[in-house]
């Protein structure tokens, strides 16, 4: 009889929420996501993860190995080296823009205020900081599995998807004429006011990959690549040391905005020339 009681039970609990009216799909999110994370924070981070450009070495268009730095350069690009890629990753189709960041980190210290204008004003710790926060919040949201997180690129996987399969000083050629159409810098910008991707895209759709900001990476910043790893992961030495800037600026000249140059930077420089671009790929 007990069990009889049971089963009855079950039937009718069923057929009663089979009965409920359904929820509308944005209630149902709300009572699926966490309590701290609210509409606004879902519908950013949500846009976030689909500018993820996914990247598959050794599958075409994406090379397994490219030359990185360049011999007929300065001494800190030299010598040129194959890396080789063994793992899938992403990389974000745009610089950090400060809604976002002012959502996770609650405040924008930008000069160059605007919703979808790149953040700047960001140390290299500020930097870690935001992806360890995105990626905690992306978490609890469901947006990325736990095994995956957001960090900065390594310097190699920075030049490889700038390069974009190209060998030419830039990824568009070696023509800095062409430069207009592809970045901001000091030859085309009055002030770093503009949104993100206003320019056109290198060949895998990543946009001010030239110019706009320099962009941080999770490299210590050594003199040469003569004992650089070839494998694409991070070359961090002695924490004293300088971190790596990539790509050039708007106050930059055209010469600073190639695939190769770098630039050596203390990593509590802040300053408005000076932002993030994101990686999504599976803790080690």
Not at 186 to 197: K, L, Q, S
Request: aromatic share 10%; proline share 8%; glycine share 6%.
């Amino acid at each position: 009889m007990v069990i009889s009681s049971m089963i009855s039970n079950t039937l009718v609990l069923a057929l009663l929420i089979n009965d409920l009216p359904s929820c509308s799909p944005q209630i149902q999110r709300e009572a699926l996501l966490p309590s701290s994370i609210t509409d606004e924070t879902m519908k950013l981070l949500t846009l976030f993860r689909k500018e993820f450009v996914p990247v598959t070495p050794g599958i075409d268009p994406f090379p397994a190995r490219f030359l990185m730095g360049r011999d007929d350069g300065p001494m800190e690009e030299k010598p040129a080296h194959q890396v080789h890629f063994t793992s899938a990753f992403e990389i974000a189709r745009y610089e950090v823009p400060q809604n976002l960041w002012e959502n996770i980190m609650g405040n924008n210290p930008s000069k160059w205020k605007g919703p979808r204008n790149s953040v700047e004003m960001i140390s290299y710790d500020d930097a870690l900081r935001f992806c360890e926060k995105v990626t905690s919040v992306m978490r609890q949201a469901k947006l990325i599995r736990p095994a995956e997180l957001v960090r900065l690129p390594t310097e190699s996987e920075w030049e490889y998807c700038a390069r974009a399969g190209t060998t030419t000083r830039y990824s568009f050629g070696d023509d800095a004429q062409a430069l207009d159409k592809f970045g901001w810098y000091r030859g085309n910008a009055a002030g770093n006011d503009p949104p993100v991707g206003a320019k056109q895209p290198n060949p895998w759709h990543l946009y001010d990959i030239h110019g706009y900001l320099w962009e941080w990476c999770l490299d210590s910043f050594h003199e040469d690549y003569a004992e650089a790893p070839a494998d694409g992961s991070a070359w961090l030495s002695n924490s004293d040391l300088p971190h790596v800037l990539r790509g050039g600026s708007w106050k930059d000249p055209a010469e600073h905005l190639t695939s190769s140059y770098r630039r050596a930077a203390s990593k509590d420089l802040r300053d408005d020339a000076v932002g993030l671009r994101c990686i999504l790929a599976t803790e080690p």
